[in-house]
């Protein structure tokens, strides 16, 4: 389960800095938050667009959480 999150993590901070890095500005209060797919707790690919329009979605970060140190 552990490497299971650490992948995850991994994935979003990959993620998350990569479409930062594609924005020629940092992005903004109120700016479109960009796209990206993550697996969830069962393997599942999620990405964020599956949820515009029809949810809320919240990204929590933990740091250090469930790494034991």
Known sequence: MQTRLRVAVGALLLALGSALAAHAAPLQVGDKAPDFTLPDQNG??????????????????????????
């Not at 029809?54 to 250090?64: G, I, R, S, T």
């Open 44 to 69: 599942n690919k999620v990405s964020l667009s599956q949820f515009l329009g029809k949810k809320n979605v919240v990204l929590a970060f933990y740091v250090l959480a469930f790494t034991g140190g």
